[in-house]
């Protein structure tokens, strides 16, 4: 009999690291779920409304703005995920 799946703990949800483009709103993360390894997670995309207020959509496809931008911090966030991954 297959075990039953536990329902997802917003409190065992971490981001430990987190960088914004400031040209798209795209966002791209470090995160880990309770014990679990550090993931990086890329999205969500965070827009400014025209009140000022920020509103979070789904990343969606990249443009040739965000692929340049993320290339621009891939390094740094292999580095910060390597540090936090644990050894096997």
């Known amino acids: 009999m297959a075990k039953a799946a536990t329902p997802f703990d917003p409190e065992k949800d971490k981001v430990l ?21 550090p ?25 040739l703005e965000d692929l340049t931008w993320f290339y621009s911090i891939i390094d740094e966030v292999k580095e910060e995920l390597s540090e936090l991954v644990k050894p096997e």
């Open 39 to 63: 993931k990086v997670q890329i999205g969500p995309r965070i827009m400014i409304k025209k009140d000022g207020s920020e509103s979070p959509r789904k990343a969606g496809r990249m443009s």
């Open 17 to 37: 690291k987190s960088w914004r483009s400031e040209e798209t709103g795209l966002v791209v993360s470090i995160n880990q779920y309770g014990d679990g390894d």
